[in-house]
């Protein structure tokens, strides 16, 4: 995985970095071809339309940060909302996370993992009216995949197509796309990868119109030139202000639409945004909740991808204060090329006596849940409505409750020892690399505090975002924190950077077994050996203490209770089509 994606954060604390674009194994549990289209066919059957019970106009605010609408280049989370809208994927996000038809009413994948048709429903149509074909998936794909495009996507989601090598060589112009017909997709994999039909419903494998394929222009930030296929399209764009989008009629579901129009304000800092929804000029303001007074963090363990705000049948939400998990993991790196760090039992050691719970709760200020190993809430397992999170802490992860201070010093002690440090003599000052936003110096200073019990010393080389990145990826830290959000309902996403060809490496981790295991997972042949591969590989990174995980993030944001059918995904995405205020 090669890919960086900025994320502004809970409570407009700090930028973050991380990545991740694997998605969760296909729903069929064979490669036979019978098999497919029996649980295909379950997959994509149409529900019942059911009449709106409201529509709704909404003034929203969920950050400020705003940069392109291009699917192959957004980087942030309010920019892959609003594609949300403007663009619908092959297939599509449910509203508990789950995978749902999109464009594509159903794809099958051949017996040898090779092939993926999908086929696409009838008379599909761009907001201007005009005949979308399979010809745009294949355009829009190809100017992912053309290395003059600079997408941080393409290797992540189209590396393991075939022709993609050659295009980043020079000696290809296009990936293996094929179109039989107009509605019909054939797409030629180099390896079999449970992950490709789920990746499809990230906003960068888009389609784009065919006027703009070619060209690096700007067309989708003007109302006159944004053609799109989501439920709604651009009405409005003012640069640093606000950017409105109003209903699609051409959308393929339009009778099943209840939002008129959004308007995704662009300024003001949060304070102000906070005392605007407090005065009653937003439907929605990211931000602005009380940590301390949430539910029990645990239960969100167990709620699926996606948070829908309460039905009508269920009643109007009696706080306008919401919560929900997000698929990102605070960890610190540790650099192996660094040579007390090379030692396993160093590594072990500086883990080990973290309070994470102190961290959470004290640190980070009630904002984050501990975390004990790399995946976090919100990714499923092998069942149907399972946790990897949940069967990890079954089966694997060490549970909190075990975990005592005074026992982790004393082991933590005795494991340097054993490496020649005793009480830390003998290991250089630790220097940790952060950047100067939200929490990240508290609990750098933290780390600093509780390493000084084992007697190693630790300093803080505190730089600004611009140099952080390139610092962390040259190596030049022994300690750095990272955060990794997963795009896709896929433990892939997050564990494959661990592996010693995963250019995002930066903790220059490298294990024969674990890369193994991760291999293995990328071709299994069924689900349950998928999942039993990759807990298995998660554990040897917490046994091997590749990295530190410290903390999984949520999202709290302030919400009308009146408001209905608000979609909230893990990746930090929202989705609005069906948001209604009843009539």
């Given at each position: 995985?090669?890919?960086?994606?900025?994320?502004?954060?809970?409570?407009?604390?700090?930028?973050?970095?991380?990545?991740?674009?694997?998605?969760?194994?296909?729903?069929?549990?064979?490669?036979?071809?019978?098999?497919?289209?029996?649980?295909?066919?379950e997959l994509f059957q149409e529900e019942e339309e059911d009449p709106l019970l409201g529509t709704a106009d909404l003034q929203v605010w969920l950050?400020?940060?705003?940069?392109?609408?291009?699917?192959?280049?957004?980087?942030?989370?309010?920019?892959?909302?609003?594609?949300?809208?403007?663009?619908?994927?092959?297939?599509?996000?449910?509203?508990?996370?789950?995978?749902?038809?999109?464009?594509?009413?159903?794809?099958?994948?051949?017996?040898?993992?090779?092939?993926?048709?999908?086929?696409?429903?009838?008379?599909?149509?761009?907001?201007?009216?005009?005949?979308?074909?399979?010809?745009?998936?294949?355009?829009?794909?190809?100017?992912?995949?053309?290395?003059?495009?600079?997408?941080?996507?393409?290797?992540?989601?189209?590396?393991?197509?075939?022709?993609?090598?050659?295009?980043?060589?020079?000696?290809?112009?296009?990936?293996?796309?094929?179109?039989?017909?107009?509605?019909?997709?054939?797409?030629?994999?180099?390896?079999?990868?449970?992950?490709?039909?789920?990746?499809?419903?990230?906003?960068?494998?888009?389609?784009?119109?065919?006027?703009?394929?070619?060209?690096?222009?700007?067309?989708?930030?003007?109302?006159?030139?944004?053609?799109?296929?989501?439920?709604?399209?651009?009405?409005?764009?003012?640069?640093?202000?606000?950017?409105?989008?109003?209903?699609?009629?051409?959308?393929?579901?339009?009778?099943?639409?209840?939002?008129?129009?959004?308007?995704?304000?662009?300024?003001?800092?949060?304070?102000?945004?906070?005392?605007?929804?407090?005065?009653?000029?937003?439907?929605?303001?990211?931000?602005?909740?009380?940590?301390?007074?949430?539910?029990?963090?645990?239960?969100?363990h167990k709620r699926p991808a996606a948070l829908a705000s309460p039905s009508e049948e269920e009643g109007m939400n009696d706080t306008d204060m919401?919560?929900?998990?997000?698929?990102?993991?605070?960890?610190?790196?540790?650099?192996?090329?660094?040579?007390?760090?090379?030692?396993?039992?160093?590594?072990?050691?500086?883990?080990?006596?973290?309070?994470?719970?102190?961290?959470?709760?004290?640190?980070?200020?009630?904002?984050?849940e501990p975390a004990w190993s790399f995946v976090g809430p919100g990714i499923s397992d092998a069942k149907e409505g399972s946790s990897f999170l949940?069967?990890?802490?079954?089966?694997?992860?060490?549970?909190?409750?075990?975990?005592?201070?005074?026992?982790?010093?004393?082991?933590?002690?005795?494991?340097?020892?054993?490496?020649?440090?005793?009480?830390?003599?003998?290991?250089?000052?630790?220097?940790?690399?952060?950047?100067?936003?939200?929490?990240?110096?508290?609990?750098?200073?933290?780390?600093?505090?509780?390493?000084?019990?084992?007697?190693?010393?630790?300093?803080?080389?505190?730089?600004?975002?611009?140099?952080?990145?390139?610092?962390?990826?040259?190596?030049?830290?022994?300690?750095?924190?990272?955060?990794?959000?997963?795009?896709?309902?896929?433990?892939?996403?997050?564990?494959?950077?661990?592996?010693?060809?995963?250019?995002?490496?930066?903790?220059?981790?490298?294990?024969?077994?674990?890369?193994?295991?991760?291999?293995?997972?990328?071709?299994?042949?069924?689900?349950?050996?998928?999942?039993?591969?990759?807990?298995?590989?998660?554990?040897?990174?917490?046994?091997?203490?590749?990295?530190?995980?410290?903390?999984?993030?949520?999202?709290?944001?302030?919400?009308?209770?009146?408001?209905?059918?608000?979609?909230?995904?893990?990746?930090?995405?929202?989705?609005?089509?069906?948001?209604?205020?009843?009539?």
């Amino acid at each position: 995985m090669k890919r960086r994606y900025l994320w502004t954060a809970v409570l407009g604390i700090s930028l973050f970095f991380f990545t991740g674009c694997s998605g969760r194994a296909p729903v069929s549990e064979e490669q036979e071809t019978e098999v497919q289209e029996k649980e295909t066919e379950e997959l994509f059957q149409e529900e019942e339309e059911d009449p709106l019970l409201g529509t709704a106009d909404l003034q929203v605010w969920l950050g400020s940060d705003f940069r392109t609408l291009d699917p192959a280049k957004t980087l942030y989370n309010t920019e892959k909302t609003v594609l949300r809208h403007l663009y619908e994927t092959l297939l599509v996000r449910g509203d508990e996370g789950e995978t749902e038809p999109g464009q594509a009413e159903s794809y099958e994948v051949s017996s040898d993992g090779l092939t993926v048709t999908f086929h696409l429903r009838d008379d599909l149509k761009w907001s201007d009216g005009s005949a979308l074909t399979s010809q745009n998936f294949i355009d829009a794909w190809n100017r992912l995949a053309n290395p003059q495009t600079a997408s941080p996507y393409a290797e992540d989601l189209l590396g393991n197509v075939s022709g993609f090598a050659q295009m980043q060589s020079g000696e290809g112009e296009s990936l293996a796309l094929s179109a039989p017909d107009e509605q019909t997709l054939v797409i030629e994999l180099v390896s079999p990868d449970f992950s490709f039909p789920e990746n499809c419903t990230l906003t960068a494998l888009s389609p784009i119109p065919e006027d703009e394929a070619e060209t690096g222009s700007e067309w989708m930030l003007s109302p006159e030139t944004a053609v799109g296929n989501g439920p709604m399209v651009l009405s409005e764009y003012v640069p640093g202000d606000h950017l409105t989008l109003v209903k699609n009629p051409y959308y393929w579901h339009e009778s099943q639409v209840s939002l008129t129009s959004i308007t995704f304000l662009l300024n003001g800092s949060e304070e102000e945004n906070l005392a605007r929804y407090e005065n009653g000029e937003l439907d929605l303001f990211k931000g602005g909740v009380n940590w301390t007074e949430a539910a029990d963090w645990r239960e969100y363990h167990k709620r699926p991808a996606a948070l829908a705000s309460p039905s009508e049948e269920e009643g109007m939400n009696d706080t306008d204060m919401v919560y929900a998990p997000l698929s990102a993991t605070y960890y610190f790196l540790l650099n192996l090329d660094k040579e007390p760090l090379k030692d396993q039992r160093v590594r072990q050691a500086l883990s080990m006596v973290l309070d994470r719970r102190y961290i959470a709760d004290v640190v980070m200020e009630g904002s984050v849940e501990p975390a004990w190993s790399f995946v976090g809430p919100g990714i499923s397992d092998a069942k149907e409505g399972s946790s990897f999170l949940e069967t990890g802490e079954e089966t694997y992860v060490p549970s909190e409750a075990a975990w005592n201070q005074e026992t982790a010093l004393a082991q933590a002690a005795d494991l340097l020892l054993q490496a020649g440090y005793p009480g830390g003599e003998g290991i250089p000052e630790v220097e940790i690399l952060t950047n100067d936003e939200g929490y990240h110096l508290d609990l750098a200073e933290y780390l600093i505090e509780t390493w000084s019990a084992l007697g190693i010393h630790a300093s803080i080389r505190e730089v600004n975002w611009s140099y952080f990145i390139p610092h962390r990826g040259a190596g030049a830290y022994w300690a750095s924190r990272a955060v990794w959000m997963m795009d896709t309902d896929d433990p892939l996403s997050l564990l494959w950077q661990f592996t010693s060809q995963s250019p995002d490496n930066d903790g220059r981790y490298a294990n024969e077994e674990f890369d193994r295991l991760m291999t293995e997972a990328k071709s299994a042949q069924d689900r349950e050996t998928y999942y039993q591969l990759l807990h298995e590989g998660e554990q040897l990174l917490l046994e091997d203490a590749a990295a530190v995980p410290v903390a999984f993030y949520r999202e709290g944001w302030r919400q009308h209770p009146g408001l209905m059918g608000v979609i909230h995904y893990s990746d930090g995405t929202w989705q609005f089509k069906a948001a209604y205020y009843p009539f």
